[in-house]
């Protein structure tokens, strides 16, 4: 018979007495306690996804702040250009002011009688001062400097050359052969005017063709920096308000990044101490495992600890300039913040690696020091988990090569570019799809904990393999996006060179057209989605229904049928039976279809309705042209009928002239005739000398006023196509006012529509299932 132990002396001398089963209760005990103290599969892949989650979260916000920071570096330039701003500016009023006074000037080389240039190139051996400003004037015509008097003298039509001389076809190269010979500081205007009446205007002519030179080639020089400037001037009101709300987003983002990177060294830590004790206690083979999925992540992460630090370690100095936000922003990131914890305390998780690799905690008095693995894994367990802000609005000035989170120059693009979603956008994308993936793994985990059935393990398995799927389709999707976008971005730099190079501006027709169709896209890319999310929702709805209402019976053949089939295979409805419920079961996606029919014919009617508007757009676009071109074709006509003004104007002059001189001459001639043949002679050419004028200026009179009736009729007719061109612009842009509020309230109407489906499905399924409990 079996005498059990007592307390007291008795125990102790049976301890005493049997050595051997003391040491084994010893053994046994220490075993038990690094049970205790160890970690199972499951928390080694908690801790796996959780530092998934983290890698991820941190990469979305590493991909932001490179965003941000190239789009505040682009828009700091548009400060630089303040300055050169007003100095173009300035050079533009220099220009004005210069080509004012070169105007004045030809008109006054213009208003001086033919008699004194006649005179001017009559003189054989001329004063010192005429030969200079001659010659002055003449190498301003291209000539050379040092000539003689005498091809100064053979030059044809001197004064209408001079008058019709360009100011931007004088060469820096001849403004710089005048100034050499100290042309205002020794002949002045006083100094000259004397001389001869011609050395006045000529003068006056010189010294505003060399001002107006001046003042073009220094706005030549600055032309491409004058549009730079207004381009900026425009948008410096609001970049700086977005440049303070990208800047707290970024301390955010900052912020969320050295948090994450502690939590992510307490983790890495735990996981390659727990490794190193597996390895050492050759406890992975006798440690149950809860299901394939953990074994397969915990054989895996045994691995992963001894390649994570130097993996890791290249992206951290890649990366810690990107983190740490400028010197210029002082905001507090805990006040503008609510939903980010404080910084974590986890230098005590990080006990174990904190000098070194795993041979560091081969030592037992270091370890048995420190806190244990299960007090390390609670603490980082319970520690709250910190969550990575939210993106704020897209940017869309970046380069292409900015997309997958890379720095990089911003580009200056026009207003009208299209630039897809940023790298930001798609990485947080891609990690609200990987926190899903864990959901469902949880999801599916408790399935086989539990094993109600079959099938539900096998929908929920389906459900995870769809998200993995549709995961890699959004790497896919990333990857194509950031080719578009490269070929995108050389194109717009090519096609930008190419218009600045020849000249021209972008018109006003491109946007608007760039505009429609960027709206077209988001319009087509989200009604795919939409059906898309429904169908998915659908097909849920019915599989999770159809579980519910299946008897026990029905409930062992379907998970014989999907053990026998393949994972890939999709549940079937069960046949037979209820018939009134199998009706109402369809009812609801039959609804969902005529809804989702109504959405299309109402979408195919704005959409004709957008071409309708876009032809009428284009055709009013090619009416303004037309108009554009005829308003060129008036300006030109008005030019050549002030051509036309001033040669009548300048023949009239010549007829007076010629008229006062034969005159005189006629006198002189009948001087020395009698008395009676000079009063018969004198009397009748006078007659027809006179007659001959007065039909001449008439003539004139009457060309004068037709003149200047063609002129006020070209002046209305402006006026009435800058009225109208003004019309079409405001006509133009109500238009695309409606297009964009169409397509905006179309958009709410499907999200609105979307965000009933489910309430739909909820009381479809609330229906059935009332019906499943009447039925039972």
Known sequence: MHVPHTDGPTKGASASADPHDAKNSDKHNKDKCQRETSLSFDDVEELSRRREQLCSDVETSLARIAEIQAWVHGASKSDDTTEATARDAQQRQQVKGAMEALTAARAALWAVPTRFWNDLRGLRRPPLAVAVVVQAAVCLLGEQLYISWDHCRSIRGLPRRLVKRDPSAVTAVLIAAVRRRDFDSTWTFDRVVRVHPTLGPLHRWITAMLRASEAALAAAAGAVEDVVSEECGMKSATAAAETAALMREMEEHAEYVRMARDELAAIDALLTDVAYEAERLSLSAATPCSSPKACSNTAASSTEPSRQPSERQEPQDAEACDTSPPPCSSSSTAAAVSFIVP?????????????????????????????????????????????????????????AHSVGGLRGRMARVSPGAISPRGGAALLQERADLLQRVHDLEDKLKEAYHRNPSMAEFQLMRDEMTAAKQELLALRAEHSQLLGQTKRYALHRINVSRERKAEGKACDDSDAAAMTISTLEEMLHVAHARIRQLEMQDTLSALRTLNDASATPEQRDGLAQAVGASPPSAPATLPTGGDVCGAGVFVAAPQQQQKRLDDMLRELQMQQGALAVAEERLNQEMHFHHATRQRMHQLQEELKSVWRRLESAEYQLKVALEEREDHVEAAGDATAHRSASQRSRLGAASLHHELKQLRQRELESRQMVERLRVELDTLKQRQAEERQRSKELRAARAVMLARLEKTFAESLRRQECDLRAIPEALTRARKEMEQLNVQRR
């Open 343 to 399: 910084r974590l305390q986890l230098e005590a998780c990080r006990a174990g690696s904190a000098n070194g690799g795993p041979g560091m905690v081969a030592n037992a008095a270091d370890s048995d020091a420190g806190p244990s693995l299960r007090a390390r894994f609670e603490e980082l367990r319970t520690t709250p988990r910190i969550r990575s802000p939210r993106l704020g609005r897209p940017i869309t000035g970046y380069r």
